[in-house]
Nanobody
């Protein structure tokens, strides 16, 4: 089992930047694929970006391509989401999720989320 703690959210003006961090503990970090999700009020949670366990593969939802960058440092048990050129529609609670497939079973663990508000 892994515990995840997100940080780095806050209030930022349109066009600004934030870097979110997701620190993991309690398990071997590098067996997990990681995803950053977000959920805005009244909307479903959506996958924003994902990165493979070794960091060699990344994917982004179309609305953030070219603006957001996901990375990880397995030595520090930490994943990051660098968010640039932020827009008001990026406002949401951002969650980190770690997923792995072991002995025929999928395991997923979530952090508590961090609020990102983009407003003038």
């Amino acid at each position: 089992q892994v515990q995840l703690v997100e940080s780095g959210g806050g209030l930022v003006q349109p066009g600004g930047s934030l870097r979110l961090s997701c620190v993991a503990s309690g398990s071997i970090f590098n067996i997990y694929n990681l995803g950053w999700y977000r959920q805005a009020p009244g909307k479903q949670r959506e996958l924003v970006a994902s990165i493979s366990s070794a960091g060699g593969s990344t994917n982004y939802t179309d609305s953030v391509k070219g603006r957001f960058s996901i990375s990880r440092d397995n030595a520090k048990n930490t994943a990051y989401l660098q968010m640039n050129s932020l827009k008001p529609e990026d406002t949401a609670v951002y969650y980190c999720c770690a997923t792995t497939f072991l002995r025929g079973v999928w395991y997923s663990y979530w952090g508590q989320g961090t609020q990102v508000t983009v407003s003038a």
